[in-house]
């Protein structure tokens, strides 16, 4: 049975992990010029913060090698630092992302030593942060907690936004032309595109 879940989990991570390289890479001249869905990056946050998160927690708590505990560990805080900030990244708006993200580095950084409380010692004990007996309700954590989730709060909502910006910037008549090559006729061309 473990053999099975370990099986499991470790499709699950290797599909986790290239959907998200893929969908990186999906971005090309072309689709770069085409309008962005507002759902599709709402999505991406959502489901950038959840699988990892899950399929991190899983992965640490029930495969018994240390060191998938650790990626699964490296996988769960990923998705809690990233995962949000991801469907901005996908309407091309770094700056929000980055922001987020980064916010959220600095006060889980702050928050290191309550990773057993917060996320569990299945967690904590393979990446090794947690060394000393913390209380959530210190202000320190109050307020680095309150500024993560207020941060992946922030993010997630403000997909739209991103969304609504990079389709105003790509407003109006757009042309794009490239050069080609028709092997047939051994002819360069130039292809061109109109989009309205």
Do not use: C
Request: zero cysteines; hydrophobic letters at 40%; glycine letters at 8%.
């Amino acid at each position: 049975m473990k053999t099975v879940i370990k099986g499991i989990l470790l499709s699950l991570l290797l599909i986790t992990s290239l959907s998200a390289a893929s969908m990186a890479q999906r971005v090309n001249s072309v689709q770069q010029q085409e309008k962005k869905s507002e759902s599709e990056a709402w999505r991406q946050s959502i489901i950038n913060t959840i699988m990892p998160v899950a399929i991190g927690y899983a992965t640490a708590r029930y495969v018994h090698s240390n060191f998938l505990r650790k990626v699964g560990g490296g996988l769960a805080v990923y998705g809690l630092i990233v995962g949000p900030s991801t469907g901005n990244f996908y309407a091309n708006d770094g700056q929000r992302g980055m922001m987020g993200l980064l916010t959220r580095a600095a006060a889980g950084y702050v928050m290191k030593d309550a990773t057993r409380e917060i996320l569990s010692s299945y967690i904590a004990d393979p990446l090794g942060w947690d060394k000393k007996e913390v209380s959530l309700t210190s202000p320190r954590n109050l307020i680095a907690g309150s500024i993560f989730l207020a941060s992946m709060v922030y993010n997630v909502i403000s997909t739209r936004q991103s969304v609504k910006s990079y389709n105003r910037s790509y407003a109006g008549v757009k042309l794009n032309v490239q050069p080609s090559y028709d092997p047939l006729t051994d002819t360069p061309l130039l292809t061109a595109r109109i989009a309205f």
